[in-house]
């Protein structure tokens, strides 16, 4: 397992430093003596760069290697972290954030196909076990590593701190990881390449900044239809292209199509939560960034006990039972917070973030294992590409409806932009509901689907024998 080790980390890396900049927003801003609003542009601009090189990860790691891209992603986005650690106005701030997406764009997916290639699928869901780590820890994690470091050190250290993470990755991925690549893959999709980028890229800034200020009221939904229609226009390409970028026919492959469409919905409730809780602890109870990261911390010790879980609990009942399960035990989860009072005890907090951190991570790595299940090996670079924009978009979807929920809340109370306790409970129940509603989508998996991932086939007698 040092190979998921390995990615694990150069993926916990990219997804801690995601949330470390919201928490130090306000003292970089003070440190450029600017308002924190103009800042926003550190944040969209590496949600841009992810959106424009996303897409082609896939492609860079067939033509180049898998060890090459995944390497070099790791070099550019420390060198980003360098750069952004050293900069002294918003513009080189925003231009070193740029470069650190167009690295995490590539870490990402590249890391993920790195895996797929290099254990074999009885393997698979206890890989992805490890790599369904990084996007559960970093978010609860980021808040009070980022306070503590802008209390006690610098903003600059938030970055810094990627620093021998990602000169240690290099090393270890020049060492362990193999360079695996296809001699034949086709030459770039330029037109769908653009498309894909400019769309996607609308559809991401819109989703992020429903909400957050500083911008237009229409800016939002204009991008977001910016963003459709050349999503559209995409779709006609793809359709006239032998090898377009983003291949949409994967969704033809059971397991992929309907894990990705119910992994899509749930991870909506699941990026509305990052940033619902904080505020609600913050903004609504009255605690400090500090407190209410230490407590949501909990989170992430709830999904560090799943690691070991994952592989009986999905051999015992399978993965189409445990997903349709689990996504309604992790929707009632989100509900249950829209219960949280400032008088609630902190201890039954603790309790409900720690057990819900479990069962979500438990949701992410059957998610993502199936998603892999019966993809063939020929086009799992462009799996991996299509899986992660996918993963990127729904979580961006679920800030703006956590945002936008608490926005119509406000406006149904006439209280302005005054948010209290109280205002919260309508937002945790509509993403609980709309994390449920994958089950809808779970329901139609084959009662066998990823048997092979559990070793479920293998315990069975073949059908030669069956025959005598």
């Known amino acids: 397992m040092l190979a998921a080790s390995i990615v694990a980390c150069a993926l916990f890396m990219e997804s801690l430093d995601g949330t470390v900049i919201a928490t130090a927003l306000p003292q970089i801003a003070e440190s450029f003596d600017v308002s924190p609003i103009r800042l926003s542009l550190a944040i969209t601009a590496y949600l841009l760069s992810l959106a424009v090189f996303m897409p082609a990860s896939g492609w860079f790691a067939d033509r180049f290697g898998a060890r ?8 550019v986005f420390t060198l980003g972290s360098i750069l952004c650690g050293m900069s002294d106005s918003v513009a080189a701030l925003t231009a070193s954030r740029f470069l650190q997406g167009a690295g995490g764009a590539m870490m990402v997916p590249v890391g993920r196909l790195v895996m797929l290639r290099s254990v074999e699928k009885r393997q698979l869901v206890r890989v992805m076990a490890y790599l369904a780590m990084p996007a559960l820890l970093g978010p609860v994690l980021g808040p009070p590593v980022g306070g503590f470091l802008v209390t006690y050190a ?7 701190l990627n620093v021998p993470i990602g000169i240690l990755g290099m090393i270890m991925v020049s060492a362990f990881i193999d360079n695996h690549r296809d001699p034949a893959a086709p030459p770039l999709d330029r037109l769908g390449f653009g498309l894909s980028a400019l769309g996607l890229s609308g559809l991401m800034l819109g989703f992020e900044t429903v909400g957050r200020g500083g911008v237009p009221a229409l800016a939002p939904f204009l991008l977001i239809a910016l963003g459709a229609v050349l999503g559209v226009l995409y779709l006609r390409h793809m359709t006239r292209t032998a090898q377009p970028i983003l291949d949409l026919t994967l969704f033809r492959v059971p397991t992929f199509g309907l894990a990705t469409a119910g992994g899509s919905l749930f991870r909506i409730g699941v990026g509305a939560l990052p940033f619902l809780l904080p505020m609600m602890l913050q903004v609504g109870f009255g605690m400090s960034a500090f407190a209410s990261g230490m407590l949501t911390f909990t989170a992430a010790i709830g999904a560090i006990t799943m690691k070991a879980a994952a592989q009986p609990i999905l051999g015992r009942f399978g993965f189409r039972r445990v997903l349709v399960v689990n996504a309604l035990v992790c929707g009632a989860f989100f509900v249950s917070y829209a219960t949280f009072q400032p008088t609630t005890p902190a201890w039954a907090i603790v309790a409900l973030l720690l057990s819900g951190g479990f069962f979500r991570s438990l949701q992410f790595t059957a998610v993502n ?3 892999y299940a019966d993809v063939p090996p020929g086009r799992m670079s462009r799996a991996t590409s299509l899986s992660g924009t996918m993963q990127q978009l729904s979580l961006s979807f679920g800030v703006a409806v956590g945002a936008g929920l608490l926005h119509l809340t406000l406006y149904w109370r006439g209280a302005g932009e005054t948010l209290t306790a109280d205002d919260f409970w309508p937002a945790f129940t509509a993403i609980g509901v709309i994390a449920s509603a994958a089950a809808l989508v779970f329901r ?5 689907a990823g048997a092979e991932l559990t070793g479920l086939i293998a315990a069975q007698p073949s059908p030669k024998r069956l025959g005598g």
């Open 68 to 75: 090459t891209v995944f390497r070099a992603a790791i070099a």
């Open 154 to 160: 610098s903003w600059r250290w938030i970055f810094f």
């Open 369 to 371: 294992a199936l998603a």
């Open 444 to 448: 139609r998996l084959k009662a066998g």
